[in-house]
């Protein structure tokens, strides 16, 4: 970075070279489960306006603590305002850092199996608690996408559902009760990545909507946000090719999107970040020197990127260049410093109002949740309840990640234990997330030996091998399918197998399954 220069602020608050106010505008990543000497120095020589929260950074709740309150230390070092911009991508469901430590929260998508915006609160109100009590002000979510998109692979459960007005209608309350447990919500994101078929923390993606389109559909989930009072909205990495306004850019670098629709027709006037560019649908495509001045000039006040130091220096050496050039006007960056500001004062406001829900509650309530969650969708063989009298053969898919916005992986299921203690003769076969024909006739032959079969699937509108096992257990023997993930199983699955939908691999999910498939007092 070059040598800084004193510049006083607008506001008249604080002074600060021009290298710390594009400095400011940045969120980082760390890359350890501590803040190192390394991070430690980087700080003292330009503070970053945020850090950024990820799975990386986590190993225990007293460890994830002691980060946090080294944060703290080190801000409050630089006098920089309180709360600092933590943040953290804590969604609930298939992305949950803190689920080690902290009860397991329902996805979206298990939510809006519930359609229920009392619901979608205490979603909210709860994810916001886990947060508020480990002293993170900030919440990258909701997920405000309208998935139509069924073959995408990145948001899937992550969406509230595939219906406009649903996704508006419940990430409204979810706001609302993250804002009552002491914690700001970024809503994204915008325009919408529900309407792809391909993951942009790989590659760019596009998008085939026009504007009239976008305004009918994936934005209206955006203006009830705003109406809500949400305090952020993060941009994606996503080309229009049929909006010509935005001139062939990923609207999370395009004036169009973040300055003339979000900021001037919508009213946002709150704070606009990028999503990472780190992502491979930026970084593959831009260089780091350009892509912060681009970010900068389409009107964005924050800039996401989570990896690299020298990416980010990179990024920061040309955003100070563009304005020592003139090519970004220098009151541009004042008024990105003035909403970072602002933002900041709203996130203290959080915390001094914050009525989070007390931790001994979380677990009865998380469950409560997502009893309401679970639906069982058809039963035309009658398998619910199960019989204590049966035989039942539990065949589960392996966890895997979906995508890179995923941290389901790594556990296992307790179904089979949850219906063992409630009564039920079972036994559990462990399947790969794709079964051969090979894998598929093995299990088929096993079932042979079962009055019934309970089969998870995980997507298997998606991984054909799951739908065509559900095919051929389902000419042999009762089938009860248990839709752990996405609800487009259903569209794959055999007409006479009976279908409930979780939409959830959370332990409260399952329990809420269990008391479900087995009423206590049971049926012999």
């Given at each position: 970075?070059?040598?800084a220069?004193?510049v006083?602020?607008?506001?008249?608050?604080?002074?600060?070279?021009?290298?710390?106010?594009?400095?400011r505008?940045?969120?980082?990543?760390v890359p350890?489960?501590?803040?190192d000497?390394?991070?430690?120095?980087?700080?003292?020589?330009?503070?970053?306006?945020g850090?950024g929260?990820?799975?990386h950074?986590i190993?225990?709740?007293a460890?994830?603590?002691n980060w946090?309150?080294?944060a703290?230390?080190?801000?409050?070092?630089?006098?920089?305002?309180?709360?600092?911009?933590?943040?953290i991508?804590?969604e609930?469901?298939?992305l949950?850092n803190m689920?080690?430590?902290?009860?397991?929260?329902?996805s979206?998508?298990?939510?809006g199996?519930?359609?229920?915006?009392r619901?979608a609160?205490?979603?909210?109100?709860?994810?916001?608690?886990?947060?508020?009590?480990?002293?993170?002000p900030?919440?990258w979510?909701?997920?405000?996408?309208?998935?139509?998109?069924i073959?995408?692979?990145?948001?899937?459960?992550r969406?509230?559902?595939?219906?406009?007005?649903?996704?508006a209608?419940?990430?409204a309350?979810y706001i609302?009760?993250?804002?009552?447990?002491?914690?700001?919500?970024t809503?994204?994101?915008?325009?919408?990545?529900g309407?792809?078929?391909?993951?942009s923390?790989?590659e760019?993606?596009?998008?085939?909507?026009?504007?009239?389109e976008?305004i009918?559909?994936?934005?209206i989930?955006f203006r009830?946000?705003?109406?809500?009072?949400?305090?952020?909205?993060?941009?994606?990495?996503?080309?229009?090719?049929?909006?010509?306004?935005?001139q062939?850019?990923?609207?999370?670098?395009?004036?169009?999107?973040?300055?003339?629709?979000?900021r001037?027709?919508?009213?946002f006037?709150?704070?606009?970040?990028t999503?990472?560019?780190?992502?491979?649908?930026?970084?593959?495509?831009?260089?780091?020197?350009e892509?912060?001045?681009?970010?900068?000039?389409?009107?964005n006040?924050m800039?996401?990127?989570?990896?690299t130091p020298?990416?980010q220096?990179?990024?920061?050496?040309g955003i100070?260049?563009?304005?020592?050039?003139?090519v970004?006007?220098?009151?541009?960056?004042?008024?990105?410093?003035?909403?970072?500001?602002?933002?900041?004062?709203r996130?203290?406001?959080?915390r001094?109002?914050?009525?989070?829900?007390?931790?001994?509650?979380?677990?009865e309530?998380?469950?409560?949740?997502?009893?309401?969650?679970?639906?069982?969708?058809v039963d035309?063989?009658?398998m619910?309840?199960?019989?204590?009298?049966?035989?039942?053969?539990?065949?589960?898919?392996?966890?895997?990640?979906?995508?890179?916005?995923?941290?389901?992986?790594?556990?296992?299921?307790?179904?089979a234990?949850?219906l063992?203690?409630?009564?039920?003769?079972l036994?559990?076969?462990?399947?790969?997330q794709?079964p051969?024909?090979?894998?598929?006739?093995?299990?088929?032959?096993?079932?042979?030996?079962?009055?019934?079969?309970?089969?998870?699937?995980?997507?298997?509108h998606?991984?054909?091998g799951?739908?065509q096992?559900?095919?051929?257990?389902?000419?042999?023997k009762p089938l009860l399918?248990?839709?752990l993930?996405?609800?487009?199983d259903?569209?794959?699955?055999?007409?006479?197998?009976?279908?409930?939908?979780?939409c959830?691999?959370?332990?409260?999910?399952?329990i809420?399954?269990?008391?479900?498939?087995?009423?206590?007092g049971?049926?012999a």
């Amino acid at each position: 970075m070059e040598t800084a220069e004193r510049v006083e602020q607008p506001s008249g608050k604080n002074r600060l070279s021009l290298e710390e106010k594009v400095a400011r505008m940045c969120v980082i990543g760390v890359p350890s489960t501590r803040i190192d000497a390394e991070t430690t120095e980087r700080f003292v020589a330009m503070p970053f306006g945020g850090l950024g929260i990820f799975p990386h950074n986590i190993e225990s709740e007293a460890q994830l603590e002691n980060w946090v309150a080294s944060a703290d230390r080190l801000t409050a070092a630089k006098h920089e305002a309180k709360p600092y911009y933590l943040s953290i991508d804590e969604e609930g469901g298939s992305l949950s850092n803190m689920k080690a430590f902290f009860p397991y929260v329902p996805s979206n998508r298990a939510v809006g199996l519930a359609e229920s915006e009392r619901i979608a609160h205490e979603h909210g109100k709860l994810i916001g608690s886990q947060l508020y009590s480990i002293g993170i002000p900030m919440n990258w979510a909701p997920v405000l996408d309208v998935n139509t998109s069924i073959d995408n692979p990145v948001v899937g459960i992550r969406s509230f559902g595939e219906d406009s007005d649903t996704v508006a209608r419940l990430g409204a309350a979810y706001i609302a009760g993250m804002h009552e447990a002491g914690v700001a919500c970024t809503a994204k994101h915008f325009p919408g990545h529900g309407q792809v078929s391909g993951d942009s923390h790989i590659e760019l993606q596009t998008c085939e909507l026009d504007i009239e389109e976008l305004i009918a559909g994936p934005l209206i989930p955006f203006r009830k946000a705003i109406d809500a009072g949400v305090d952020s909205i993060m941009l994606a990495h996503i080309v229009f090719p049929n909006i010509p306004e935005s001139q062939g850019w990923p609207a999370s670098l395009s004036r169009y999107f973040a300055t003339e629709l979000l900021r001037d027709k919508l009213g946002f006037q709150g704070v606009i970040c990028t999503d990472d560019i780190e992502m491979g649908a930026i970084k593959n495509n831009y260089e780091p020197a350009e892509i912060g001045v681009m970010a900068v000039l389409a009107g964005n006040d924050m800039i996401v990127m989570c990896h690299t130091p020298h990416f980010q220096n990179d990024v920061m050496s040309g955003i100070v260049r563009a304005v020592r050039d003139g090519v970004i006007p220098e009151e541009r960056i004042d008024e990105s410093i003035t909403r970072i500001e602002e933002l900041q004062a709203r996130m203290a406001a959080y915390r001094a109002s914050a009525s989070p829900v007390p931790r001994e509650q979380w677990k009865e309530r998380i469950l409560a949740l997502a009893r309401e969650t679970v639906k069982l969708a058809v039963d035309p063989q009658q398998m619910v309840p199960l019989l204590k009298s049966k035989r039942y053969l539990l065949v589960v898919p392996k966890l895997e990640r979906q995508s890179k916005a995923d941290n389901s992986d790594g556990k296992g299921l307790p179904l089979a234990g949850l219906l063992a203690d409630r009564g039920i003769h079972l036994t559990e076969i462990s399947i790969s997330q794709n079964p051969d024909v090979n894998e598929q006739k093995r299990v088929a032959d096993h079932a042979a030996g079962f009055d019934a079969v309970i089969q998870g699937t995980i997507n298997a509108h998606l991984f054909e091998g799951q739908a065509q096992l559900a095919h051929t257990l389902a000419q042999h023997k009762p089938l009860l399918a248990v839709i752990l993930r996405n609800p487009y199983d259903t569209g794959v699955l055999p007409e006479q197998a009976s279908q409930a939908l979780l939409c959830s691999t959370s332990d409260y999910s399952l329990i809420a399954l269990a008391e479900r498939l087995v009423p206590r007092g049971g049926i012999a």
